[in-house]
């Protein structure tokens, strides 16, 4: 048995943002050791070259230094030696993110992808870390969060972490930081929450009682009999910052970015709107455990982390994700029915805007990930879908269908079911096994007794629209598609303010900019000889009619331009749901669907 790969990680001085990692082999490879660190994080689908950020990296051996090469972006190899080799190095962490590492004189937060290199041919031994605290008073109260299990360290102290290999290392990032911290049982398991930067007045017993609610109910979603979780604590970390929003899953813990506004207030009853946005984030990390980290494409299982990892089924793992995320807020009567169905509408709204949906499936959405939906562009809603938004849709036709064909005997919960005991519950007892790419219809076929090919063929690796309209009014939902009546002058593009200036920021495709001339990038300079104001056109649109035709001056780079622009009125759709009162037989399958009771 090879003894374990041995890290320590610190900082001389927060305020320099650099990390300092060393990195001890006892029994490094005869003709040279080879590193490397990943070019990206596993649940965020883009190269993101972590390398990039390492600063003055040297080896050492017996006291003496061995000349370490570097051989491309992200791998180094040692000269031969004999006994332990130990690399020192620096991380610059300065990407205030879920996705990287942070660090300065309030706290730090890092995911192992960024600071943690790889010690090749030792990835499957234990690797064992010490977390030490910086120096100073200004550390004295800081603690650390993680679900890293403990060797030699209290529970959120500093000291010495294990994890069984290198997949698991990375798997569990850190906070450090003086930080709010609560804890909740659930079914048994604790669930730490984690609260980093100032918020007044946190309610965080509030908070816990939703969130409880939230992971006893996708416990028992997956394992109805037992209620086992998956993992023997779990942590959501958060970041409170003025205006953010984000999250990336882990297999026993959460990172999350949100609004400090979000969270809730003491002695403030009201649910905000924000206050739900950050539940279904919560919601939608935590629903991962089991989709995506566990069951899993076969091609994550287990990752290639130097290079892109091709896979057609992001649509199941992040739109499922994003279907069930509400749905267990309105379930667990966290959110109410109404507040539930306007959530989707909304999604339905936003999903029908773009015209990227009748050029790009979701299928190929998700296998395009890397290139298109995280490197989007000024053309990205004229191109791309959402494997996010429309794969949500998607679950939600596919559960009405299922539902329907089968009289409510089956629905995507069975599929879910079914997709974690066949490739989820053993996978980190032994059986690295994903869900292969070309079976998944006769697996959801299979598991869910319906007939699904049609289904499939037009809505996941086809291009068409979720016909939600046809599927909901049997389930006690009214489907409205209005384009408003007060309906106001349009340009087809979205504005974004910059400096002193009013700029394209996308122009819809067919739009009335895009038919006069304009593109993404000009800077709207008059509309009739009136100045437009860097906050966009709005006011002076107002004064005109649905098909006057204006005159607009732009900059295109230093150059003004002239085009003549006939306003048209904004034809996407508002897409509202309501609740109907039905007979009864439609209500219990709308019961059976959205609370816990009904099945
Ligand atoms: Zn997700």
Not at 20 to 37: E, H, I, K, R, W
Not at 46 to 63: A, C, D, T
Not at 246 to 256: I, K, M, N, Y
Not at 537 to 563: K, S, W
């Amino acid at each position: 048995m090879a003894t374990p790969i041995r890290y320590s990680i610190t900082s001389l001085d927060p305020a320099s943002h650099l990390y300092d990692v060393s990195l001890t082999v006892d029994s490094p490879a005869a003709d040279g050791q080879v590193f490397s660190l990943p070019a990206w994080i596993p649940g965020s689908y883009m190269i993101r070259e972590f390398g990039k950020n390492i600063v003055q990296l040297r080896g050492q051996s017996n006291g003496r230094k061995v000349a370490v090469k570097k051989l491309d972006k992200h791998t180094w190899q040692a000269a031969p030696c004999k006994g332990a080799l130990t690399l020192h190095y620096q991380v610059y962490a300065w990407d205030l993110s879920v996705r990287t590492a942070h660090l300065d004189r309030t706290h730090g937060f890092f995911n192992g992808t960024s600071v943690f290199l790889a010690a090749h041919g030792f990835e499957e031994v234990e690797h064992v870390v010490d977390i030490v605290r910086p120096e100073g008073d200004d550390y004295k109260r800081w603690r650390v969060a993680t679900a890293m299990p403990e060797l030699k360290a209290k529970r959120y102290g500093f000291g010495t972490y294990v994890a069984p290999d290198y997949d698991a290392l990375i798997d569990h990032p850190v906070e450090i930081g003086d930080f709010a911290l609560a804890t909740f049982q659930a079914h048994g398991v604790p669930h730490d929450v984690v609260i980093t930067g100032r918020v007044p007045n946190l309610d965080l017993a509030r908070l816990c009682d939703d969130l409880k609610k939230i992971c006893e109910a996708q416990i028992a979603f997956f394992e109805p009999r037992s209620k086992r979780a998956p993992v023997d604590r779990y942590v959501f970390m958060t970041l409170a910052v003025g205006d953010g929003y984000g999250g990336l899953e882990h297999r026993a813990s959460t990172a999350l970015i949100c609004s400090r506004a979000d969270l809730p207030v003491k002695g403030k009853a009201e649910q905000t709107d924000g206050y739900r946005t950050y539940l279904g984030l919560c919601s939608h990390e935590y629903f991962h455990t089991w989709n995506v980290k566990r069951i899993k494409p076969a091609v994550f299982a287990p990752y290639d982390l130097r290079q892109e990892n091709y896979t057609s089924l992001l649509w199941l793992f992040e739109g499922f994700t994003s279907y069930y995320d509400d749905l267990f807020l309105v379930r667990t009567g966290v959110i109410d029915l109404d507040n539930y169905l306007k959530l989707v509408g909304k999604t339905v709204t936003g999903v029908l805007r773009g015209s990227g949906r009748k050029k790009q499936s979701v299928a190929e959405s998700s296998f395009d990930a890397w290139v298109k939906y995280y490197r989007q562009d000024e053309n990205a809603s004229n191109a791309i879908v959402s494997y996010y938004t429309k794969g949500s849709l998607v679950a939600l036709g596919l559960d009405l269908t299922i539902r329907t064909q089968t009289r409510g005997r089956r629905s995507l919960d069975d599929v879910m079911r079914g997709l974690w005991v066949r490739y989820g519950r053993d996978f980190y007892d032994g059986k690295q096994q994903g869900v292969p790419e070309d079976e998944i219809l006769a697996i959801m076929e299979e598991l869910s007794g319906a007939d699904l090919k049609r289904f499939h063929d037009r809505h996941i690796r086809g291009t068409e629209d979720v016909p939600l309209e046809d599927l909901l009014p049997a389930f006690g939902v009214a489907y409205e598609a209005n384009v408003p009546a007060d309906a106001k002058p349009w340009l087809g593009a979205r504005i974004g303010k910059e400096g002193g200036d009013a700029k394209l920021a996308a122009v819809y495709e067919g739009g009335p900019a895009m038919l006069a001339g304009l593109s993404a990038g000009d800077k709207l300079v008059a509309i009739d000889g009136l100045r437009v104001a860097a906050s966009g056109p709005d006011g002076l649109l107002a004064r005109y009619r649905i098909n006057d035709t204006v005159r607009i001056h732009a900059f295109r780079r230093d150059e003004l331009m002239e085009f003549s622009l006939k306003l048209k009125s904004d034809t996407a759709p508002q897409v509202t749901l309501k609740a109907l009162a039905k007979p009864v037989a439609v209500l219990r399958q709308r019961q059976a669907w959205l609370t816990q009771k009904g099945r």
